[in-house]
Nanobody
């Protein structure tokens, strides 16, 4: 059973940057994707970035495209989310997720395939 621990959240002024980290407790062959979701107060949880662990290909929600960058370390157990030019609408609780997902789930940020979740880290802009 893989456990995820996020870190790096905090408060930042508009236009600022933050880097979130998500460390998995171990490498798992059953995991083919890691992703970040966020949830603002009163809103549903939404996917913002996802990455295939086999080749590092990533994709982003339209709202963060060009400002966020998701990457993996060489061990493929830690994911980094670099967030630049942060805006007030980026405020929320950011959750890391990992799992074995299908192509459609990956492309639609469907939470169903992501079976491991972190506890969340707060980002306030």
């Amino acid at each position: 059973h893989v456990q995820l621990v996020e870190s790096g959240g905090g408060s930042v002024q508009t236009g600022g940057s933050l880097r979130l980290s998500c460390k998995a407790s171990k490498y798992s062959y059953s995991i083919n994707s890691m992703a970040w979701f966020r949830q603002a107060p009163g809103k549903e949880r939404e996917g913002v970035a996802a990455i295939w662990t086999n080749d590092g290909t990533s994709r982003y929600a339209e709202s963060v495209e060009g400002r966020y960058r998701l990457s993996l370390d060489d061990s493929k157990t830690t994911a980094f989310l670099e967030m630049n030019n942060l805006q007030p609408e980026d405020t929320g609780l950011y959750y890391c997720a990992a799992g074995g997902v299908g192509y459609n789930e990956y492309m639609s940020f469907n939470r169903r395939g992501y079976t491991a979740w972190g506890q969340g880290t707060q980002v306030t802009v």
